[in-house]
């Protein structure tokens, strides 16, 4: 199961670096513009996807909400650019050391969040890990439209395109 995990960290940096390379391309006023997706920007999107990452390593790691680390100075597409690489590069870290218990372990978080607050999920950490992967893929969608709404023509991003091109 950890190869399937290593294979998902790996497109999941690759198919982050394509989407960021197209939002550098922009000019710098329309990662910012309000253009209807859920998150209203991409930039707001991809800001998202960052931070509940850098959450759920934490909490998958022993860490509590209480004491999430504070988010990095994230306040243009050049330093969230710098944040992504660091927080791919940490999954990719903690994807390589996990082991079959590790994964199969219980995990249960209780959510602070409307309209979920006070729900509690209990399962395995392999179904937390995947749901951090399914995550980013839904917003990387949301941040591709974006992209599309912005005139630009955004990379393919499916898994298939990564090994076609060799990647």
Known sequence: MQRHFLELAD??????????????ALPPEASVRDVGVYFASLFATLEHILKVDRAWLHLLDGGALADL????????LARLTV????????????VESVDEAWLESGFAFSSTLEPWRGLTYRGSRAAM????????????????????????????LDILVKGMLGE
């Open 11 to 24: 497109y999941n940096r690759w198919a982050n670096r394509r989407l960021y390379r197209d939002a550098a």
């Open 69 to 76: 680390p504070p988010m990095p100075d994230v306040g243009d």
């Open 83 to 94: 944040a992504r690489e660091a927080t791919d590069a940490a999954l990719i870290v903690r």
């Open 129 to 156: 890990l995947m749901h951090v992967f399914n995550h980013q893929t839904h917003h990387r969608g949301q941040a591709h439209s974006a992209l599309s709404l912005l005139g630009a023509a955004p990379s393919a």
